[in-house]
Nanobody
Framework: QVQLVESGGGLVQPGGSLRLSCVASGSMFSTYVMGWYRQAPGKQRELVARIFGGGSTNYAYAVKGRFTISRDNAKNTVYLQMNSLRPEDTAVYYC???????????WGQGTQVTVSS
């Protein structure tokens, strides 16, 4: 069973930056599609960004140019660098992992990101 542990959330002012980290257990990390999703109150969970084992990436339109996903296979860690944060980025952010990008098999517990002045 893969365990995912997120960190790095918090309260930030509009225009600020945060970096989320997600550490995964297990030996399959380098082969997994790793993703970041978010869920705001009253809304469905949505994809923010994903990164494939080879390094290619996908981003939601709302975060393109502001967020960057990356991975360090030696550390079993995936990152989400979030710049130019907006109030509408406020949500619980979840790390995901799995062999397929369609339906991740594993989820972290989530980390709260709040963008407010």
């Amino acid at each position: 069973q893969v365990q995912l542990v997120e960190s790095g959330g918090g309260l930030v002012q509009p225009g600020g930056s945060l970096r989320l980290s997600c550490v995964a257990s297990g030996s399959m990390f380098s082969t997994y599609v790793m993703g970041w999703y978010r869920q705001a109150p009253g809304k469905q969970r949505e994809l923010v960004a994903r990164i494939f084992g080879g390094g290619s990436t996908n981003y939601a339109y709302a975060v393109k140019g502001r967020f960057t996903i990356s991975r360090d296979n030696a550390k079993n860690t995936v990152y989400l660098q979030m710049n130019s944060l907006r109030p509408e980025d406020t949500a619980v952010y979840y790390c995901s992992a799995g062999p397929s990008y369609i339906n991740p098999d594993h989820w972290g517990q989530g980390t709260q990101v709040t963008v407010s002045s």
